[in-house]
């Protein structure tokens, strides 16, 4: 890096050189860069090509699956929930070992078994882990067919300062990872527990899953505090999901 000492102040590109100003004092770079030509020809780039076709492998399908919960993610409030999901799509990218390296899908490494321990353990917000959060445990029945959550205590439940009551729901997606088809949705009706610390034990719940017709299917519960006001039901500024089933067609996994 070399410094103008020139009355003349130039920024800008000429002959192989950049002038930019800094710290009030004129800075000479030599122009750098990737050769556009060589990035996708020279074999020495060949690491950097395999990697952004992951990335862009993994940030596609993440923005299909964000875009299928558009109607809860915000109600999270997490901030970068994009970066969370994109970052759980590339460690399941690179499980794909159908394809070669710089052609991996997502879809292939989504059918392996560490791809649905990976799914069922995230977690969208880092700072709240939902088991953490909710004080109940739920299990599915043999057929996978409906989910039911043991009875729990209410001062089990985390809840922030306000509420009364807590709502769970079950939602089932649909997904074509492979072809990115208009994602299906089917909602669960809204269960709805008092947090009262006088109530006595609710009692277990079960919630039905409807199977779609897709290549891949994500179930998830999303919680939602509430603070009953009159005759009304207000949501509490935050909300919480969480993977609790995948299930792929004709698939071992």
Same mark, same amino acid.
């Given at each position: ?11 800008? %590109? ?8 800094? *710290?009030?004092? $004129? ?11 060589? #990035? ?6 060949? &690491?950097? &090509? /395999? ?13 299909? +699956? ?6 809860? #993610? ?7 929930? %994009?970066?969370?999901?994109? @970052?759980?799509?590339? =460690? ?12 991996? &899908?997502?879809? /292939?490494? #989504?059918?392996? !078994? =560490?791809? %649905?321990?990976?799914?069922?353990? +995230? ?11 909710? @004080?109940?445990?739920? =299990? ?19 809840? !922030? /300062? ?6 769970? &729901? ?10 990115? @088809? ?5 909602? @669960? *009706? ?22 779609? *017709?897709? !290549?891949? =299917? ?15 039901? $207000? !949501? ?9 089933? #995948? ?7």
């Amino acid at each position: 890096m070399g410094k103008s000492l020139s009355i003349l102040k130039i920024t800008g %590109h000429f002959e192989g050189l950049s002038f930019y100003e800094l *710290n009030g004092q $004129i800075v000479v770079r030599r122009t750098g860069g990737f050769d556009s030509k060589k #990035l996708k020809t020279d074999p020495k780039y060949a &690491r950097v &090509r /395999e990697h952004n076709q992951a990335f862009t492998e993994s940030s596609i399908c993440g923005k299909y +699956f964000r875009q299928a919960l558009k109607s809860y #993610l915000p109600k999270l409030r997490v901030s970068y929930v %994009h970066s969370r999901v994109l @970052g759980l799509f590339q =460690q399941i990218t690179q499980l794909d070992t159908q394809n070669p390296k710089g052609a991996l &899908r997502f879809f /292939e490494g #989504l059918k392996t !078994p =560490q791809a %649905h321990a990976l799914v069922q353990n +995230f977690e969208f917000d880092s700072a709240m882990a939902f088991s953490a959060l909710w @004080g109940g445990t739920g =299990q599915w029945n043999a057929s996978q067919t409906t989910y039911t959550l043991n009875a729990i205590k209410p001062k089990q439940i985390q809840a !922030p /300062e306000g509420a009364t009551h807590v709502g769970l &729901r079950l939602i089932d997606l649909g997904l074509d990872f492979e072809q990115l @088809g208009p994602a299906l949705i089917q909602e @669960g *009706n809204v269960q709805l527990f008092s947090l009262n610390p006088k109530s006595s034990e609710h009692k277990a719940v079960v919630l039905t899953t409807k199977e779609l *017709n897709a !290549p891949s =299917q994500m179930s998830l519960l999303f919680l939602e505090f509430y603070q009953a006001q009159d005759q009304d039901m $207000i !949501p509490c500024a935050k909300a919480y999901l969480k993977v609790i089933k #995948l299930k792929i067609k004709n698939s071992d996994a």
